[in-house]
């Protein structure tokens, strides 16, 4: 059920507070309700029949489609109803606001607004872009390439040879490996599966949501005119309810899966011994002093080479570049904080 509820203002005038929205003047001090009013409840005071009257106000008008108009000309608020300004008497048809509209913004306050909206977003532009510069310059650092003379002083290298053996080992697993020889084939356990042996009536508390008590609350329009319609309506209270239901629960087993594992002999390649060889020089060899067996062979093979500067520096090359360098030759070496770039001979040096 709905009721009209009495609406309130305060006097910007004066400071009182709490005026019937049905007054139109201030008691205190006489002025009119401004414009830009905005009215607010204070308890629940239902309004009558006889005081909306007095008032000029129908019932039909308390639905919030019925608001006051303001006076285009003096700002005097007047009734849905009022063909004319009860202040001046200007006509309700050149009206162009009505109870809560914005007033219009003066457009030098709409340029001090943008002002204040759009500072912020400029600041933080100007630091992304001295961020973004920060990143460019630190980079180009790294980057930034520089000259310097490097003469070769030595040399170091290093060979490897590693001698594998042959041997015969036993594995097992479900399937043979090409070269697998099986001596052996069972029928083994792979894996589980899990099966339904029976079930068990188990007891299992559940809960669910029921409607307690409603509750009744209130949905407040404010109707334009000084008055807001009170709307009721019952909203359902839950509480929770507790009860107990008999399930039947699987009971499961783990069933073995079977399948067939075999058991076999195979060739493997195992390291056997390391023949090392290092220096100093340019006279780098493989250490061959050895004989193979018909079950042996060195196909596993590394070797890495260095060439050593009077900066203290040292870079490995490949064989075919390092047999290039001599000792006291002179190199134009191009560098930046990340590394060397690229470094040129220098026309005369060395042999």
């Not at 340029?111 to 992304?128: D, E, L, M, N, Y």
């Not at 630190?138 to 053996?165: A, D, H, N, S």
């Not at 699987?250 to 060889?277: H, N």
Request: negative net charge; aromatic residues 12%; proline residues 3%.
């Amino acid at each position: 059920m709905s009721q009209i509820i009495m609406g309130y203002w305060n006097c910007e005038s004066c400071g009182a507070s709490d005026i019937e929205g049905l007054i139109d003047v201030c008691p205190s001090c006489g002025a009119r309700k401004p414009a830009h009013i905005r009215y607010h409840r204070k308890g629940r005071n239902v309004v009558s029949a006889e005081q909306l009257k007095m008032a000029g106000i129908g019932e039909a008008e308390c639905d919030g489609e019925h608001k006051e108009w303001v006076c285009a000309y003096c700002g005097y608020l007047n009734n849905y109803s009022d063909a004319e300004c009860d202040s001046c008497g200007a006509p309700k048809e050149e009206a162009e606001q009505e109870y809560g509209d914005e007033p219009e913004t003066k457009s030098d306050e709409s340029v001090s607004v943008k002002a204040v909206t759009f500072a912020p977003q400029k600041k933080k532009r100007h630091i992304g872009k001295i961020i973004m510069a920060s990143v460019l310059l630190l980079l180009l650092i790294c980057l930034f390439p520089y000259k310097q003379m490097w003469t070769v002083t030595g040399f170091k290298w290093e060979r490897e040879i590693i001698v594998e053996q042959m041997r015969v080992v036993q594995e097992k697993d479900w399937s043979v490996p090409s070269g697998g020889r099986v001596y052996k084939e069972a029928s083994e356990i792979q894996s589980y599966a899990q099966q339904i042996s029976h079930y068990e009536e188990v007891t299992v508390t559940k809960s669910r949501e029921v409607i307690d008590h409603y509750e009744t609350e209130y949905e407040y329009v404010d109707n334009g005119n000084g008055t807001f319609t009170e709307n009721a309506y019952e909203v359902p209270v839950y509480r929770t309810e507790y009860y107990e239901e008999v399930e039947q629960k699987p009971v499961y087993i783990s069933v073995p899966i079977y399948a067939t594992m075999y058991y076999y002999e195979i060739d493997r390649w195992f390291d056997e011994k390391q023949y090392l060889t290092s220096g100093t020089d340019k006279n780098a060899y493989w250490d061959e002093s050895y004989t193979l067996t018909k079950d042996q062979r060195d196909d596993k093979r590394r070797e890495s080479y260095f060439v050593i500067y009077d900066k203290g520096e040292s870079m490995e090359i490949s064989f075919e570049e390092w047999n290039t360098y001599q000792e006291g030759d002179t190199y134009t070496v191009t560098t930046c904080l990340l590394g060397v770039v690229y470094n040129e001979k220098m026309a005369g040096s060395g042999n």
